[in-house]
């Protein structure tokens, strides 16, 4: 009896033991795209430590890895926690009218390791992408006419002035920035030299100039060559136990503004053989993809078109329609940001850029990623935009997620950001998804864009919810 017994057990450690039959890629990806994280992140240690592969399996192997572990940290707010948020504007919500929400794309939700987890900001998310709530959120707010935003006046002043002197581009605004980038106490350890690039104003571009640094809180430091499409200083410093570790720069810059009159004009045909047409209606895996779900759009929103700003402006203004702004999870957890547009009904602004982008290419209008903040006053933040080409016009500047005026009886205003630019920019990134320099060893916190800055330390990326940003503007 003992002797079997033995048998038994043996043969139940064998059955359990990674050689009774070795993880697959497959398994992997079975138990990842079911939400089975802890289980994913296992099989995938495992098929780590049963083969033998090459340094940039290992590291996509672990990217996986990570981003499973970003997701976690994006859908971190339980029932109970959403609930509490809504109730203020519905007393009586329930589970009938969550799933309701949840089956529109209006309350975006996970299920990780079979328990449901909201977005971070679903919640209130939902008061912009449900129209019903949205509604009843502003009856029960009444939210005030608050000052008039500067976009009110600037536009007009723009459009007017270029308009009388025939020219494309407006006197421009300077502005003095201070920004600030902190690591949370004990987030590496002490000793441990953490590597920091943080964002600083191109200088090859006709709209930013006279480019100034006027101070950084360290002797050593390397600004990016202009030639880089993501524009950094780049520094390190050495940790200290129980210290918070600060990255600080000011400079100053200036931005004008731009307006381009196309309305009317007749384009020349494009140099179809040239590098810039060739790169700029390419696609670009993951994110600029022509789907049959792209062409399918294409073909219903610009049909028969051929005047390239005509396309431009079918495409712009079907976006800009067709999805409202809601917060946005990271964009390196989601696989094709366009498609995730195209299937959630909305997207942010670096969202709905990127389905601009692939929807201009498709149709063979150049079309390029540019990135940086908003800087207008009372109202700055992290922003995408892009721009397109006209032959024998050259690059003009337009952003998706401003849209349509809505409030302008000029046309001109009203779609002001179809072919043109405010003066309140700060332009860092002249593309997305390309190397920082000096190069990043880790998966960047964000491998498409680059606004808030990027960390590291030879233990690996550090992620956003270990430090801190800020910034200030001053206009002079």
């Not at 996509?60 to 981003?67: E, G």
Request: aromatic letters at 14%.
């Amino acid at each position: 009896m003992k002797h079997f017994s033995i048998l038994v057990f043996s043969a139940l450690l064998y059955a359990c033991s990674p050689q009774s039959g070795k993880v697959s890629r497959a398994q992997i990806d079975a138990e990842e795209d079911a939400g089975n994280f802890t289980k994913a992140t296992h099989l995938i240690d495992l098929y780590l430590a049963e083969n033998d592969l090459p340094a940039d399996s290992i590291y996509d192997l672990n990217v996986r890895k990570d981003v499973m572990h970003r997701i976690r940290i994006d859908f971190n707010k339980d029932t109970e926690s959403v609930i509490e948020y809504i109730k203020k504007y519905y007393p009586d919500v329930d589970d009938e009218m969550l799933v309701k929400w949840e089956n529109s794309k209006a309350l975006e939700y996970k299920i990780i390791d079979g328990q449901k987890w909201y977005f971070d900001r679903a919640a209130s998310n939902l008061f912009r992408l449900d129209k019903d709530a949205l509604n009843r959120k502003a009856e029960i707010d009444k939210p005030s006419e608050g000052k008039v935003s500067v976009l009110e006046t600037h536009l007009p002043e723009i459009v007017y002035a270029l308009i009388k002197n025939g020219k494309t581009q407006a006197s421009p605004v300077k502005m003095r920035v201070k920004y600030e980038l902190t690591l949370k106490p004990n987030a590496v350890p002490d000793g441990e030299t953490v590597r920091c690039w943080l964002p600083y104003p191109r200088e090859d571009n006709r709209r930013q100039s006279n480019v100034k640094l006027l101070s950084v809180n360290d002797s050593n430091y390397v600004i990016a060559p202009v030639q880089c499409p993501h524009r950094t200083i780049y520094m390190e410093k050495t940790a200290k136990k129980d210290e918070p570790l600060k990255f600080a720069i000011e400079f100053s810059y200036q931005h004008a503004p731009e307006w381009f009159n196309l309305q009317g004009k007749t384009a020349q045909s494009y140099d179809t053989q040239s590098e810039l047409y060739k790169t700029y209606t390419a696609e670009r895996p993951p994110h600029i993809v022509f789907t049959d779900s792209i062409k399918a759009i294409s073909e219903r929103i610009v049909g028969n078109e051929t005047d390239p700003y005509r396309k431009v402006k079918k495409i712009w203004e079907w976006v800009d329609i067709t999805f409202p702004w809601a917060g946005a999870r990271e964009y390196s957890t989601i696989a094709n940001i366009p498609q995730y547009v195209l299937e959630n009904g909305h997207g942010d602004c670096g969202q709905v850029t990127l389905l601009f982008l692939t929807l201009a290419r498709y149709n063979g209008i150049p079309a390029r990623w540019q990135s940086g903040f908003m800087m207008h006053p009372g109202s700055k933040n992290l922003h995408d935009w892009s721009e397109f080409y006209i032959e024998g016009t050259g690059w003009v500047p337009m952003d998706e997620s401003f849209g349509v005026n809505a409030y302008a009886d000029n046309d001109n205003i009203k779609y002001f950001y179809s072919n043109g630019m405010d003066a309140y920019r700060w332009i860092v990134n002249s593309d997305f998804s390309q190397p920082l320099f000096p190069n990043k060893i880790f998966l960047r916190s964000d491998n498409v864009d680059f606004q808030r800055g990027e960390l590291e330390w030879r233990g690996g990326n550090i992620y956003y919810n270990q430090w801190n940003w800020t910034f200030d503007v001053e206009y002079e």
